[in-house]
């Protein structure tokens, strides 16, 4: 199943609405036009159906629990944190509202699983720097 069905089926389901669909698209084109992803592999559809998740859930006023704590830590002290941090930042630009921090945790996972899954990216954040 691509993106589009994936977001069509939460859509069917009224988790997420047409502003979040496109919301969701405009990060996907900024993952591949300005970070130069993959966005056809399913390390990155799955990040952004959790971001059209994240987005559905917010909107209805609710939130999810932080990532588990030592993972962030893991996280933060790794060597690429500041790309990771860049381009999370770069996401959260592009978002139509507010993210609480619970669900920013889970955002910083999602990128951080796409640099070591696609270190190009890390090379595209340094030529942006």
Known sequence: MDLQQRLGAFQARELIDEHIVQTVLNVRC???QDWLADVETEQ???MLVHLASA????QRGHCVSPLY???LAEIQSAVVFPQVLQIHQKILA???FAIPEEEQTYFLANVYAL???QPQVLASVDKMA
């Open 30 to 32: 900024h993952l591949q």
């Open 44 to 46: 990155v559809k799955m």
């Open 55 to 58: 987005l559905g859930r917010i």
């Open 69 to 71: 704590a030592d993972f």
């Open 94 to 96: 592009c978002l139509p």
């Open 115 to 117: 640099v070591l899954d």
